[in-house]
């Protein structure tokens, strides 16, 4: 690790020395390109710099121990010294994992109801609501795409685009089964009841990265479904766009324009194809899809929601870590649970790369 972090500060040190040179500011371009090379190593750099400090500051308590007046200073000094080399050291091996190729693009988020009947569809519901309020925390762009819904108000599945800084890295730890315990609305006995749906989170695939080939999709239009009334479309804007080789169906009908509807139903037929092509590729990231969607059953769940208890808990987590506010996660507030997620895939990698 030593080499590699060595490396890595001479490489920083290059970086700001071209970055500071008179001419680079002549090419907007390549400025651009080193400021955002310099950004992805400034973390590191940083923390290259408080290691060799920290190193420093424990060699000269060391010489410190053998002065019998400065030996109980010299004591908590390097204590300290070896505490902090120890923490900066771990905040090193994390920033040194592989990166997620997909952490830095938008998400497209489908939500479908599971076991439970009209239930279910209330939870996915609920499950939308979740996700759309922490999106506007978080300062993020939700634009639902399309919505089947039932009778009481419920969501049969639902798919919706989610654009703004972070999201798949955050989001892409809420993919699986998603588990309910309460009273529903529909229970006139008042008996508890277990309900379930399931939430993929996909990466948005660019053009670039996966093209489609326009002589194997089907497109057709179609009248958009509403409420009723006003929101009842008067015209064929809705678009359905089938990708003939593998059966794939996407339909778009939340925009008034037909060419936007088509612009987001091809985007999110790319990231289905575009995944579909991971998994033909590699067992593992078969298994990863499998993980994502599961098949709606109670015992694929990776968090329940107990309303009588006012808690949801994540069976990802271990201990007292893995139960939260109901209240507080159901109005948006995840960052919490995302953090205690993010925290244990980082401690699972760092103890695979020491294996």
């Known amino acids: 690790m030593l080499e590699k972090l060595k490396g890595i500060e001479e490489k920083y040190a290059l970086l700001r020395a071209k970055m500071d ?9 390549a400025y651009a390109a080193l400021a955002r090379e310099e950004r992805e190593l400034a973390p590191l750099a940083e923390q290259c710099a408080r290691l060799r400090a920290l190193r420093r500051d424990e060699a000269e308590a060391q010489e410190l121990l ?8 010299a004591q908590a000094e390097l204590e300290a ?54 999106a506007e925390k978080r300062g993020w762009e939700l634009e639902l ?7 009481l108000g ?16 955050r989001l892409k730890y809420e993919a699986g089964g998603h588990c309910v315990k309460r009273v529903p609305e529909t229970e006139a006995s008042g008996r508890i009841q277990t309900s379930t749906a399931t939430v993929a989170v996909l990466p948005e695939i660019g053009e670039v990265e996966f093209s489609l080939d326009p002589a194997e999709l089907k497109i057709d239009t179609f009248r958009s479904s509403g409420a009723g009334g006003q929101k ?54 078969a298994a990863w899809r499998k993980s994502q969607v599961g098949t709606g059953e109670r015992s694929e769940k990776i968090r329940t929601y107990f309303f009588l208890r006012s808690q949801v808990v994540d069976n990802r987590l271990s201990g007292d870590e893995r139960a939260f506010r109901l209240d507080t996660v159901l109005n948006g507030g995840l960052d919490g649970l995302i953090d205690a997620l993010t925290l244990a895939d980082q401690t699972e990698r760092l103890k695979g790369e020491r294996e």
């Open 66 to 73: 053998g002065d019998p007046e400065l030996r109980e200073l």
């Open 145 to 151: 795409v399309n919505v089947n819904e039932t009778d």
């Open 232 to 285: 009842v479309n008067k015209t064929e804007s809705a678009i359905r766009v089938t990708h003939l080789p593998t059966g794939t169906v996407v339909e778009c009908q939340d925009e008034r324009s037909q060419y936007k509807n088509k612009d987001r139903a091809l985007a999110i037929l790319r990231s289905r194809l575009y995944e579909r092509e991971q998994q033909r590729q590699g067992a593992a990231v």
């Open 81 to 134: 010294a070896r505490a902090g080399i120890a923490e900066t050291e771990r905040a090193l091996r994390l920033l040194l994992l592989p990166k997620d190729p997909n952490d830095g693009k938008n998400v497209i988020l489908e939500i479908r109801a599971g076991i439970g009947g009209e239930e279910a569809a209330l939870f996915a519901r609920d499950l939308y609501r979740m996700y759309a309020m922490y």
């Open 21 to 29: 040179a008179p001419e680079i500011y002549s090419d907007p371009a």
């Open 154 to 169: 419920g969501f049969k599945e639902l798919c919706c685009m989610i654009r703004g800084q972070g999201a798949y890295s």
